[in-house]
């Protein structure tokens, strides 16, 4: 059982930066692939970037490359989003997400945050 908790989300100004958390409870955290979620009202749950369990192999959805960063650190049982560059589509209630398998389908995660709110303004 893994529990997620997001945090960093908040209102900032296109161009910006934020760094969003996520804190992981349970002892095999570092078995799990990590990803980043997004979701706007209306539409469905849109993949941003994923980790495998070591922290070697990251992806990312093409408007986020080169502008987002994932990382991770195992010891704390921490995931991280770096988001540089915002822009308004960044938008949306940013979720982490644990799972055995990651990449960028969202059933493919057992394990979910409630999801902290990023709001980019023109």
């Known amino acids: 059982q893994v529990q997620l908790v997001e945090s960093g989300g908040g209102l900032v100004q296109a161009g910006g930066s934020l760094r969003l958390s996520c804190a992981a409870s349970?002892?095999?955290?570092?078995?799990?692939?990590m990803g980043w979620f997004r979701q706007t009202p209306g539409k469905e749950r849109e993949f941003v970037a994923a980790?495998?369990?070591?922290?070697?192999?990251?992806s990312y959805v093409d408007s986020v490359k080169g502008r987002f960063t994932i990382s991770r650190d195992n010891a704390k049982k921490t995931v991280s989003l770096q988001m540089n560059s915002l822009k308004p589509e960044d938008t949306g209630v940013y979720y982490c997400?644990?799972?055995?398998?990651?990449?960028?389908?969202?059933?493919?995660?057992?394990?979910w945050g409630q999801g902290t709110q990023v709001t980019v303004s023109s």
């Open positions: 997400a644990a799972g055995h398998y990651g990449g960028g389908i969202s059933s493919a995660y057992n394990y």
């Open positions: 349970g002892r095999t955290f570092s078995s799990y692939a």
């Open positions: 980790i495998n369990w070591s922290g070697g192999v990251t």
